[in-house]
């Protein structure tokens, strides 16, 4: 009889390590997966590589204050807005021209009535306005996007 809890003594023994092996086993391959995966090593399905977004340089222009076209006069406009260029680094071109730049927004802006201007359609086609007027400026397309960083018509 003791010969017999030996024996079960020891299979239960050999059961408990053979367990604690398996489960090592599967925490270091759990570890490797996630390793490669992260180092991107695993292919990866149904994803397809995606490239980071290019962002131009962004130059700030000062604030506009402008009265709007409207009958009465007594509508204005104040809007900040930063210029997008499709290369890293403002164009020398466009700086030598910035207050060529301002005059034209400037101009553009007091063309514009109120109800033109207080949608976000209205404000869509201004900012297309300024970078078409940019970029004929210029004479090519140097400006990727304006930004309006601010824009209060009262």
């Known amino acids: 009889m003791a010969e017999e809890k030996a024996q079960a003594g020891a299979a239960e023994g050999r059961g408990t390590r053979s367990r604690v092996v398996a489960l090592g086993g599967l925490v270091v391959l759990a570890v490797a997966v996630a390793g490669a995966w992260r ?16 962002v131009g340089a ?21 809007a900040t807005l930063q210029v997008e260029f499709f290369a890293g680094r403002v164009p020398d071109e466009f700086t030598a021209r910035v207050p060529q730049m301002r005059d ?4 553009l802006l007091t063309s514009k009535l109120f109800a033109e201007v207080r949608t976000p359609e209205g404000k869509a086609v201004l900012r297309d306005e300024i970078i078409n007027r940019m970029n004929r400026t210029v004479g090519r397309d140097l400006v990727k996007a304006v930004y309006f960083t601010e824009f209060i018509v009262q």
């Open 104 to 107: 034209l927004v400037l101009t």
């Open 39 to 54: 180092l991107g090593l695993a292919e990866r399905t149904g994803e397809e590589p995606r490239p980071e977004p290019a």
């Open 58 to 78: 962004l130059l700030p222009l000062d604030p506009f204050i402008a009265n709007l076209a409207d009958e009465d006069g007594k509508r204005y406009l104040k």
